[in-house]
């Protein structure tokens, strides 16, 4: 660490930054002679007279640590004291008190107005240098992990940049339906994903969640947006993508690690849309005249089993029926998963009761309210998933029609 070494306190290596100390006193006699000691010992030295000084002093630059009397005119070091912890913390700025008060009371009202450590006069070197060495050790740590954290935050918001890019900069136009789409990521970025894939006569929608969240949820995003777009190349009908999509991630997720997805197929001006699930709860349809009906369950987590041990039939095709001004909400876990302070899932039943006081808003702004409130049903604590969620309407002036 940056400060001199660990052997008495003794004069830094060669090429060693000395570490600056701010010596506050308003007797010269003992400013004069701390401030050799501590020379002696391999630090650079400032001085003050006073408190106004030792703040103007502070405000041109900060010192690694402050040596502070307590007794001084008009604005005594506890005074002083106070106005360094309003702006800095114990850990940016290390207050060694050194004062010839030693009463229990008087030590324990300095070290509760934010002092690091007390020292009495006469000063004993090597226990002030011992004490000293910890406090800049301690304050040398908390500087690294700041730094580093700043680091991993700048690598998370590249990583939140680069996840959301992957996503489709806006919704398609659907003759016949309004879309509404919306994504809130629990950290910095997260494992929910969301795409758009040409399918026969239409428009196909795809929303997903890699099982976990965070950078290794982002990460595999990126790779299960080329695997999807492969398998719907080479097999456009979207059941038949499924079977392909969930061998490829058996093969190429990490042990473990699968994804809860659905597909939607929507045909300009038909009154149906193509649903194909591999999602236990996939969401549910709210009709025109408030009534509710859940979404059939999906098929099994894709990647959880190789394609000879699926279940019979794989991964089917269901037809939703949707009447005029009916629409049909699908999430992921996150939301279904989000769990109020007292530990109580929102589940499809709360899904419902929130998405039936929204139905009066359009998609877009629904599915941000949506969001919103599943916030607000967390508490302070906020939500531990991802939350995306992806509403298809049904227009009034549709006209039925064959999907």
Known sequence: MNHPAATGGSIPFAGQEALELLVVDDEAFNRDMLGRRLQRAGYRVRFAADGRAALRALAEGLPAAVLLDVMMPELDG????????RQWSAHRLPVLMVTARDAGEQIVEALQAGANDYVTKPVDLPVLLARLRTHLDLR????????????????LEIARRVHRRLFPSALPTVSGFSLG?????????GGDF????????????FIGDISGHGVAGALLTALLKT?????????PQPAAAFRLLNDRIAEEFPEGLF???????LAAGSDRVGLVSACPDPGLVIQSDGAWRPLPRGAPFLGMFPADALPEGGFPTDLIALAPGDRLVVVTDGILEARDPTGKALTLAGLRDL???????????????????????????GPEDDLMALVVQRDESSLGGAA
Do not use: N, Y
């Not at 506890?78 to 912890?85: F, P, S």
């Not at 789409?181 to 970025?189: D, H, W």
């Not at 969301?194 to 929608?205: Q, Y």
């Not at 994804?259 to 197929?265: D, F, K, R, Y």
């Open 78 to 85: 506890l005074a002083v004291l106070r106005e360094i912890r």
């Open 140 to 155: 040398a740590a908390h500087l690294t992990l700041e730094e580093r954290d700043r680091k991993m935050r700048a690598d």
């Open 181 to 189: 789409f919306g994504f809130t990521p629990a950290a910095a970025v």
């Open 194 to 205: 969301f795409d758009l894939l040409p399918v026969p006569g239409g428009l196909g929608l």
């Open 227 to 235: 695997l999807l777009q492969t398998a719907f190349r080479e097999a």
């Open 259 to 265: 994804v809860s997805g659905l597909h939607l197929a």
């Open 355 to 381: 998405s039936g006081r929204l139905v009066h808003l359009p998609p877009p702004a629904f599915v941000e309210a949506l969001l919103a409130g599943v916030a607000e049903f967390t508490g302070p604590a």
